[in-house]
């Protein structure tokens, strides 16, 4: 069975109207149901791209969302296809409560009132926040602010959900519901793309990983990349630990090929072992 193509990115570019070159002939695949971590350092052009990636930013070049070529006749239909999930909710917050905050969307859709009640059900849900729909969004902490502005874009039904530093910000435990978000939402089939820092965080739900630096400086399987040290310091990033973990423990002698992606799991395999 071939994997069919949900992002399709060929020779994009995007300059600012300052004239800031932010993104530099940009090719990248991403495969239907797969998470692709797209990581760089401050100013790599993650932003611009994801924001590249709806049409809020037009750069040069071609972008296809399941084969669609996005033009400004599809736009409605292709913003129906990948939400995006700002780093700061604020950006994605903006009606009195959270029920009205996340059925915005899917009353755009000009989907019928049952439907879009059982729309904002599923999404709230989705981020284990169903108590919330009567609260008023701007008393939310930031961490309850961040799940409630997932539930926006999921309550569209996406195929594709980018997500830009999803975990900044956030404490241990708002971290793990995020992961526990974002692998539910590959279970139902979905498309991520998390634009992030904080590798560490993610790693365990990534397929592969796309290194930014206004290009693409490297892409591959999450373990060929983060394997790469070199690639990691010529881009000023930290290395993961957990690949940190793998050369500390090859060095020891040990068979990482079957080692799992985060420290939690890799603990728990070495305790069965013992
Ligand atoms: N509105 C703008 N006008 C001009 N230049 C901009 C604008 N927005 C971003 N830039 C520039 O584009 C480049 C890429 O910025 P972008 O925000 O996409 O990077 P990023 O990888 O998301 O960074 P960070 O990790 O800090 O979020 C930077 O040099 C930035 O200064
Ligand atoms: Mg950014």
Redesign the pocket.
């Known amino acids: 069975m071939t994997i069919q193509k949900a992002i399709e990115i060929k020779n994009l570019s995007y300059t600012?109207?300052?004239g800031?070159i932010?993104l530099k002939d940009i090719n990248l695949e991403i495969f239907e149901n797969e998470c692709l971590a797209l990581i760089?350092?401050?100013?790599?052009?993650?932003?611009?791209?994801i924001l590249n990636l709806n049409g809020i930013l037009k750069g040069k070049g071609h972008l296809k969302i399941f084969n669609k070529e996005i033009s400004d006749k599809n736009l409605k239909e292709i913003r129906k296809d990948i939400g995006i999930v700002f780093?700061n909710p604020d950006d994605q917050l903006f009606m009195p409560t959270v029920f009205d905050d996340v059925a915005f969307a899917p009353l755009n859709m000009n989907l019928d009132e049952k439907e879009v009640k059982v729309r904002v059900k599923n999404a709230l849900q989705a981020v284990d926040m169903n108590n919330y729909e009567n609260r008023f969004s701007y008393h939310l902490s930031f961490g309850e602010k961040k799940k409630i502005s997932i539930a926006t874009i999921l309550s569209m039904n996406p195929k594709i959900v980018v997500f830009?530093?999803p975990t900044a910000n956030l404490d241990a435990k708002s971290k793990k519901d995020i992961i526990k978000i974002i692998k539910n939402l590959k279970k139902d089939g979905k498309t991520i793309i998390i634009?992030t820092?904080d590798l560490d965080s993610v790693l365990e739900v990534v397929d592969r990983i796309a290194i930014?630096n206004r290009t693409i400086v490297a892409y591959g399987k999450t373990r060929e990349i983060i394997t790469n040290e070199k690639l990691f310091e010529d881009e000023n990033l930290d290395v993961p630990n957990i690949a940190i973990l793998f050369k500390t423990l090859t060095n020891l002698r040990c068979d990482c090929t079957d080692i799992p992606l985060s420290l939690d799991a890799v603990l728990e395999k070495f305790k069965t072992r013992r």
């Open positions: 600012y109207p300052d800031n932010a760089g350092s401050n100013g790599s052009g993650k932003t611009t791209l780093q830009d530093e634009a820092h930014l």
